[in-house]
């Protein structure tokens, strides 16, 4: 299973190449293809109080956001990622699905720094002629908690972003920004969205959890090639989803309910098939760790599960 540090931190050479890849691609690509596209993304070259400077590309400009003390984690101090895009477009999770590549960051450049983890909070499933993304539409803010390495002093963050956003065609970006975080931190302007996109982030939660959204148990099917998953769904009318991550070279499908029974209190346990679409070779689903986010409507839990473990009984 994925770590938090392996999903947020220093730049994967395979990530450059794919990169360089895909701007060969593009700029092959005729002039006519762009016909009628959004135009370029327009942000204000002054910057504001608590953000550094923009740094944009064709359709998409990013940003780091200062967001102060936190008060219940003195150890740490919040800062943020705002990435805006043109109308249309999205960029992507962590785990970007079919299509798409996920944001790389190299924090190298940075003084003072010990670590920075990076919050994900609660992506969209597109589908399209590729198949299905997940990722964040026209704007997103990744919360940072960033931890110094002496906290009595500043930390300078320096930030090389490589990410890609995409309306039909997929256009690698990459950003360079700097900012100072003060040594005594206050709350500033660029704090509220920080605490807004920290309330979107995916709750921690429990396997067999009674609690709706929730996941109540997770099985390999017996062939090997799936996976089944029992939910428990709130009575909303959102769109219920179950992202499923595993370890590298693992993939998975969008879930398919196969089955669905009322539950406590107006809920429903629904019970979903996931496919593994990839593997790496000799892979197998027994004893396999895998993170699966749940999104139904607002609502969002994030649960570690492994394949040949047993719930806790209630």
Known sequence: MRSAASRSLLVLPAMRAAIAVGVLILLSLPIAASAGAPGRLVVSHTPEPGASPWATGMHSAVRLLDGGARPEDPGRRLAGLEIRMSEHFKTYWRTPGDSGLPPVFNWSGSQNLKSVEVDWPAPSRFDDSAGSSIGYKERVVLPLL?????????????????????????????????????????????????????????????????????????????????????????????????????????????????????????????????????????????????????????????????????????
């Not at 960033?146 to 490589?162: F, I, Q, S």
Request: proline letters at 11%.
């Open 146 to 314: 960033v931890t110094p390495e002496n906290p009595k002093l500043p930390v300078k963050l320096a930030l090389a972003l490589d990410y890609a956003v995409c309306e039909v065609v997929c256009i690698p970006a990459r950003g360079e920004m700097k900012m100072e975080l003060a040594a005594t931190p206050m709350s500033g302007p660029q704090t509220p969205a920080i605490e807004a996109a920290l309330a979107r982030v995916p709750v921690k939660a429990a396997l067999s959890s009674a609690a709706a959204p929730g996941i109540r148990s997770v099985t390999a099917v017996g062939d090997d090639r799936a996976v089944i998953v029992t939910a428990q769904t709130p009575p909303t009318h959102g769109v219920i989803d179950i992202l499923t991550e595993g370890p590298d070279g693992w993939t998975f499908s969008a879930p398919l309910a196969v089955a669905t029974l009322p539950g406590p209190h107006g809920s429903r346990l629904v019970t979903y098939r996931v496919v593994v679409d990839s593997r790496p070779e000799g892979g197998k689903l027994h004893g396999l760790g895998l993170s699966l986010t749940m999104t139904a409507g607002d609502e969002a839990v994030e649960v570690e599960a492994s394949l040949d473990a047993k719930p806790p009984p209630h």
